[in-house]
């Protein structure tokens, strides 16, 4: 009995899983396989100003679906990906984009992660290398280490 | 000496994380950077929101100082501020409304009904105040997105030659209006 209410469950999800994803591809129709990916990709590239960790692809925003509508219009009329990166990038700043560009001041990021890391492995080598320098044992070593035993010495007797 | 100096070296990167962090804590994501700014109003053809024969484009706004405040019924903060936006009027600001269309999707095949909006608006500016020396509907958010408009209340200002100074997310209050417009409409007007 139970098998069988699982099997009827399992048909019922298959068949739901089936007919949603007919809708999807439905919706938008392409003139070729490269524009619908092109769609794809930009969709989950581009991101929603309004709901600002999602992308418009995600996005239940009236904003994100107008700029799906615009991405989709764009793409049909043969708009390459970057192409229609640049057009919105106009209208909404770099901020749309989930890549930012690479400026002055955001190739900082890049940099300093391998900067603080050379500079730290530099410093422990450095110190490491003082560390194992040979060194002499002078005059005034001796010296003063006559003059602590002399202390430690005078201190034990009391 | 010089090994007091590098001591100091980590308490220096602390420091300024701080103040870095320190910084972030006030900072307003949704203070977006835009594209427009700098750049003239973009080309439009959109009808006056309360006479569809009257078609404004992006040239008849030209020769004024204006803001252009991007607003609808169905926003609680737009509706807030028009007691604000009105006493800039009285100052001598004009202010030109865009009807920010929220509900509307042709592709649901929604019908819009232009005549109940409008008694909408009116019931509205009615109690609220009116700033707007005209008002623009923008049923398909064309002009909304060429701005680079992601919700309402939005207000731009915009100088004689049509180009675009101001790009304000959320709602105008005095605050905002001494921290962001104040000093730039100052400088524009003589």
């Not at chain 1, 057009?87 to 603080?116: K, N, S």
């Not at chain 1, 560390?131 to 201190?155: C, G, I, M, V």
Request: with cysteine; net charge negative; glycine share 6%.
């Amino acid at each position: 009995m139970i098998t069988r209410l699982r099997f009827v469950l399992g048909l019922c999800a298959g068949l739901f899983i089936a007919t949603t994803n007919a809708s999807v591809e439905d919706k938008y129709q392409f003139e070729s396989k490269e524009r619908a990916q092109t769609f794809a990709e930009l969709t989950k590239e581009l991101r929603c100003p309004k709901c600002q960790n999602q992308n418009i692809a995600d996005s239940d925003a009236v904003v994100a679906k107008d700029l799906r509508d615009r991405v989709l219009t764009l793409v049909h009329e043969g708009k390459s990906k970057q192409e229609v990166i640049d057009f919105m990038i106009d209208r909404y700043g770099y901020f749309v984009h989930y890549q930012p560009p690479v400026t002055p001041l955001t190739v900082l990021l890049w940099i300093l992660p391998g900067l603080i890391i050379v500079i730290g492995f530099g410093f422990i080598v450095v110190r490491q290398r003082k560390a194992a320098q040979a060194q002499e044992w002078t005059e005034a070593d001796e010296k003063q280490l006559n003059a602590l035993l002399e202390k430690y010495e005078q201190r034990g007797q009391q | 000496m010089n090994r007091k100096l590098i001591g100091l070296v980590p308490l220096a990167i602390f420091a300024l994380l701080s103040v870095f962090l320190y910084q972030g804590l006030f900072g307003d994501p949704r203070e977006l950077q835009t594209g427009r700014l700098g750049h003239p109003m973009p080309q439009f053809s959109l009808p006056d929101l309360m006479d569809e024969n009257k078609v404004w484009t992006e040239q008849d706004l030209k020769g004024e100082v204006y803001l252009m405040n991007v607003w609808g019924t169905w926003c609680p903060t737009c509706i807030a501020e028009l007691g604000y936006l009105t006493e800039l009027k009285e100052r001598g600001i004009k202010i030109v409304g865009l009807y920010y269309e929220q509900a509307y999707d042709p592709d649901f095949g929604d019908q819009f009904d232009v005549v109940k909006l409008r008694e909408e608006v009116n019931n509205m500016l009615d109690r609220a105040g009116n700033p707007y020396a005209f008002n623009i509907l923008d049923l398909e958010r064309t002009l909304a997105l060429d701005l680079g408009v992601s919700g309402a209340p939005e207000t731009f200002l915009v100088d004689k030659e049509g180009k675009i100074l101001v790009h304000h997310t959320g709602d105008v209050n005095p605050r905002v209006w001494r921290a962001k417009f104040a000093h730039v409409l100052q400088e524009i007007t003589p």
